[in-house]
């Protein structure tokens, strides 16, 4: 019988009492190559912005020959693998427990990689939030942590093959082979975002069937730190509905720690391994972050990923360092290297400064108090609601 329990540290200080360690499962780094379809996707859904994007788009095509590719562009979160290896665990000794992180950028699993060089480092999981895609309209991130070090070369190698051609059967095979590595953990990651926008109802139904194929190969359905309150009660009664296990997932992108972590009383991730697969219990703790209102958090998340460091190293420093996009012969380089004179066109620069001024007080107040919703954290995530 799968065992979960959650507990909030805005009601409870002591929560962390009685745990030997803290796990932070699932956050991004620079390594991570995320979508910019969103933007589109944006432009379809809120029609004010549609004639800022059609104005660059528009640019783009005149003064550089470059058409805007939405799907073949991509942003970096701002973090370094050191830099968000040392929040996730500062957040987590702050609670005088000792800390374990598993970093999951998608596709790739370059941070652990570059951090296992790293001597307080050298313990961390290989893991990664793969992009498996399924039904055809859809694809699940699943977070596949601790792979085998001797074998996650060639593990990754059959996710990237998978991923260019997919099949529903063979993802099954795929998730079973995972299920026969003793210590690795695979975690379905904020299962009810409708993240393709293919509607709420196909979503749902594409879960309960992947669900059916495939819940004896998942370890955990994830309560994820950037989703809101409705969707992770839902996610709650979906584990209920399945009798499996649920475990944190804070999906950090910007510079905010992970609005939840695991507690434990493992000594290493691989005897949390054991303790989530073998023994079904998972602790929850949720963080004072994730009490704030959902849209200020979301709004806070887009503004790290716009600002700019100056203290970062070289690469990660401003947005458009960040953001990549093909050029004219089809090479995926930084805007930097795009800008005909250095600098964003005015339209650009005018939308961030506009997102910017969202963040800037009174506004930024402002929006947190109308966006405050107390009934929220009066259910929190049990079974009040009903």
Not at 120 to 140: D, L, T
Not at 217 to 242: I, S
Not at 251 to 271: K, M, Q, S, W, Y
């Amino acid at each position: 019988m799968a065992t979960s329990t959650i507990s909030y540290l805005w009601r409870d200080s002591r929560a962390a009492r009685g745990f030997r360690s803290g796990v932070s499962l699932h956050s991004h780094t620079n390594q991570s190559r995320e979508t910019l379809d969103f933007l589109a996707n944006f432009g379809n859904q809120f029609p004010v912005l549609r004639p800022i994007l059609f104005r660059v788009e528009r640019r783009s095509q005149d003064h550089h020959g470059v058409r805007v590719n939405y799907a073949a562009s991509y942003w970096t979160p701002p973090m370094t693998p050191k830099l968000a290896f040392d929040l996730e665990s500062s957040q987590i000794q702050s609670l005088d427990i000792s800390s374990m992180v598993s970093l999951s950028d998608h596709d790739t699993m370059n941070a652990p990689m570059l951090l296992r060089t790293v001597p307080s480092a050298r313990q961390i999981p290989i893991s990664v939030e793969w992009s498996a895609p399924y039904g055809g309209v859809q694809s699940f991130h699943l977070g596949i942590h601790n792979l085998p070090s001797a074998r996650a070369q060639e593990w990754m190698k059959t996710l990237a093959n998978f991923t260019e051609n997919p099949s529903d059967h063979q993802l099954t095979e795929i998730l079973a082979a995972l299920h026969q590595e003793p210590n690795v953990l695979v975690i379905f990651n904020h299962p009810l975002w409708d993240l393709y926008i293919i509607g709420r109802e196909r979503h749902a139904a594409l879960v309960d069937h992947f669900l059916q194929r495939n819940a004896r190969y998942l370890h955990a359905l994830e309560l994820n730190g950037l989703r809101d309150w409705h969707e992770n009660r839902a996610v709650r009664r979906l584990a209920e509905k399945w009798n499996m296990l649920l475990i944190s997932g804070g999906d950090r992108h910007g510079v905010e720690p992970n609005a939840n972590i695991n507690l434990t009383n493992a000594t290493c991730f691989t005897e949390f391994v054991h303790e989530i697969r073998n023994e079904k219990r998972s602790h929850v703790l949720f963080m004072p972050q994730y009490a704030e209102p959902w849209k200020h958090r979301i709004l806070q998340s887009t503004l790290d990923a716009i600002r700019n460091y100056p203290e970062f190293p070289q690469g990660s420093r401003t947005w458009d360092e960040r953001v990549y996009h093909p050029d004219a012969n089809g090479v995926v380089r930084p805007l930097t290297e795009l800008w005909a004179d250095g600098s964003a066109p005015g339209a650009m620069r005018w939308l961030i400064a506009l997102v910017q001024l969202l963040g800037k007080t009174p506004v930024s107040g402002g929006l947190r108090l109308a966006w405050n919703n107390p009934h929220q954290l009066q259910l929190a995530l049990g079974e009040q609601e009903g």
